[in-house]
């Protein structure tokens, strides 16, 4: 009787199929293969001859295809500042537009390099001392009294990192639009306890420089973005990179994409240029906005001693383990270089300078996640 | 969020076949209300919540809920909170009953002005569709729940769709 009025009332395993064959159907999203040839923007300077160039391409169209990364822009500067730059792939999954060379992205916690150099500069005019103790800045907080700016430019303070708070990962995540107040993500951090005594141990926490951030506009009266411009990149002439959304996106800053089901119930979550929930959350530890050859430019001028003074920039080269101030010992083919990598979602970026050269490669993509440091293997050994 | 269109063409496709097929089962009494905690669903983050079971027949129940949710770790408590309502319906003749719901998440988020350097509290409605087991005797006692509740967004300038979950425990009477 009951099938007289849904003759056709699927079965059980109909109704899973059914759901499967939506789930798939609507997942699946197929980026095209990218041939060297016909996606790649490169600048013809003196430094890469032609065989290596098209080398290089090649590896960056092979690592773009292997890792299903709609995009990639690669600098290589060397010694003298002269440098090759070149933009493989598409600014989005759709594949409607070519990713150039001038196109800006989210470098993520590269920007921790920017912003200890900022720091840096504002110990070198007497703003801000090495040693200082938070609780000069942040005198209501006792947990964090005897912690010092040096302890946060190396990671050794013991103060929670905010991105291991699930809850604020949800949030950005449900409300892209989401504006966090970095001094309350600050307090949320300083109000716990601290992972160890400052300067015993040292773990990477993005609150560190996110109060590193503060600290600058506390002292200069400035918002952070301005003070990065006013510091940083007007007298360094870097006048595509800038922290956004403190400061506008600019009309050239592409989306990111994060290949990963969990956040957004499809194989891609995008990470738009409006979207701000990611972004604020970073702050100063990772909201900055460059191409990748801006970053080599900032990377090659901070270690040729055209920022910082040579006594500054030797301080922030003392490593404990493999981390100086907001620098990164790196080790590429075996080779000791400095620098940071970066992830935020929807974008992944690595910036090095090789001592041994003078030598500076910048990496920077619009997806996430992927093996980077391969690829940046891939690229210093084409240059040997 | 596709996918959640899917999901909902799905049960409403499949609704009244169910209950047609609930109607030859025969009725038991009903503890109607439910007290719960919850983490997930509407409620985003954990939440107390009230049910009433407004409709029970045969196999097929169909009833309303509403709550309150926050983060009560320090992180947001205080300062953001979901007030979710919905409606949901509970297929199965046993005390393991398949539960399909669709909440509303009225989540009050507080946002940052960083010109002004102030805080606004922006309304958003989030669409929490769900899909789930539910364990409730239908005299009443222990009651939980696990289920599927993506998370939409469907606001103009801040459209996602998170996956998500709907974990619950409760009292019913």
Known sequence: ?384 | MKIAFALLGYIMFTLPVQSQMANRDAEAPVARNTISASFGGAGIYYALNYERLLVQHRKIGIGASTGIGTDFSSALFGREFSLPVGAFILYGKKNGRLELGAGLANYFLKQYDYGEDRHETAYRALFVPSIGYRYQKRTGGFMVKAGFSPVINLGKASQSAMPWFDLGIGWVF
Request: hydrophobic share 40%.
């Open chain 1, 1 to 384: 009787m009951k099938h007289e009025l849904f003759p056709s009332f699927p079965s059980r395993r109909w109704h899973v199929c059914f759901m499967l064959l939506i789930t798939f159907l609507f997942s699946c999203q197929k980026l095209e293969v990218v041939e060297p040839d016909s996606c790649s923007f490169q600048s013809t300077t003196e430094i890469i001859d032609s065989s290596s160039a098209s080398e290089l391409s090649r590896i960056i169209c092979q690592t773009l295809n292997e890792e299903k990364i709609p995009g990639i822009q690669v600098s290589i500067r060397d010694s003298t500042g002269k440098s090759w730059n070149i933009a493989s792939g598409f600014s989005d999954l759709d594949q409607n537009r070519l990713l150039h060379d001038s196109d800006l992205l989210r470098i993520g916690s590269v920007t921790k390099m920017y912003t200890a150099t900022l720091i840096l500069k504002l110990i070198e005019e007497g703003s801000v001392q090495l040693d200082q103790k938070l609780s000069s800045f942040f005198p209501e907080y006792h947990t964090v009294r005897d912690v010092t700016v040096r302890n946060l430019l190396n990671h050794s303070s013991g103060i929670v990192d905010i991105f291991s708070i699930p809850a604020l990962f949800v949030s950005s995540s449900a409300f892209p639009d989401k504006f966090w107040n970095p001094h309350h993500l600050a307090e949320i951090c300083m109000e716990k306890n601290l992972e160890f005594d400052p300067g015993t141990d040292q773990s990477y926490s993005n609150t560190n420089f996110i109060l590193l951030g503060l600290i600058a506009e506390q002292v200069t009266g400035m918002k952070i973005h301005m003070v990065f411009r006013e510091r940083l990149f007007a007298p360094l002439d870097l006048e595509n990179t800038s922290l956004v959304p403190y400061a506008p996106p600019p009309p050239n800053l592409i989306s990111g994409h994060v290949r990963h089901y969990a956040l957004s119930m499809s194989e891609w979550y995008t990470f738009k240029p409006d979207h701000t929930s990611w972004s604020t959350l970073a702050y100063s530890a990772g909201a900055l906005v460059t191409n990748a050859s801006e970053l080599s430019r900032f990377v090659h001028l901070l270690f040729q001693n055209r920022i910082l003074d040579q006594e500054t920039l030797s301080s922030m080269l003392d490593f404990e383990g493999d981390r100086g101030l907001g620098i990164s010992r790196i080790s590429v083919n075996g080779r000791q270089m400095y620098g940071h990598e970066g992830e935020i979602t929807g974008f992944e970026s690595v910036a090095v300078y090789d001592p041994a050269t003078g030598t500076t490669i910048a990496i920077c993509s619009n997806k996430t996640p992927f093996d980077i440091y391969t690829l940046l293997d891939q690229i210093e050994a084409q240059l040997e």
